[in-house]
């Protein structure tokens, strides 16, 4: 799993969460779990993961997307 999916799953499932206790304090679930996890979306999107310095990461990364681009050339 990757880091942004597992942001976005943890975002979505907070925002659900706070939904949830805003509906029963408010009496409308429905409306508030569909706020609250669009709130959480939101909140998911936003989680970023930290980019490495390294510089032999930075080596593989771009053999890595240079390989890549070569193979989606040739289709």
């Known amino acids: 799993m990757t880091s942004k ?3 976005m799953g943890l975002g ?13 304090l408010a009496g409308n679930m429905a409306v508030w779990l569909s706020i609250g ?5 939101a909140i998911g999107a ?3 993961r930290k980019e490495s310095d ?7 990364h771009r ?3 240079e390989a890549t ?5 040739r289709r």
Do not use: Q
Request: glycine residues 18%; contains cysteine; proline residues 3%.
């Open 63 to 65: 053999t890595h997307e």
């Open 5 to 7: 999916s597992r942001g």
């Open 12 to 24: 979505i499932a907070l925002g659900a969460g706070l939904g949830i206790v805003a509906g029963v």
């Open 37 to 41: 996890v669009a709130i959480g979306v």
């Open 69 to 73: 681009s070569e193979i989606a050339g």
């Open 54 to 60: 390294c510089p032999e990461c930075a080596a593989v």
């Open 46 to 48: 936003s989680f970023r």
